[in-house]
């Protein structure tokens, strides 16, 4: 099974998605500057794209790939 993104989700300190297997991930999000500087509303628009395959915020002009995300991850929330 190919990864695909299936929701994001921040708090102050992280970024947290879920992907299609079931399995969620978080990383500190200052490792994104762009992610780390924007408003919580600016956070929330973000799209998935080809599938799930890349997550894009358009307002703030950043995109992670899943496969990419996965380099950054930080502690495993959960799998199914």
Do not use: C
């Amino acid at each position: 099974m190919e990864l695909r993104v299936k929701n994001v989700w921040f708090d102050d300190q992280h970024i947290f998605v879920l992907f299609n297997d079931g399995s969620e991930i978080k990383a500190p999000i200052k490792l994104f500057p762009r992610l780390k500087n924007a408003t919580k509303y600016q956070r929330s628009l973000y799209e998935l794209w080809n599938d799930g395959k890349w997550i894009h915020w358009e307002e703030i002009d950043e995109d992670l790939s899943a496969e990419g995300f996965l380099q950054y991850q930080q502690v495993p929330i959960s799998t199914n």
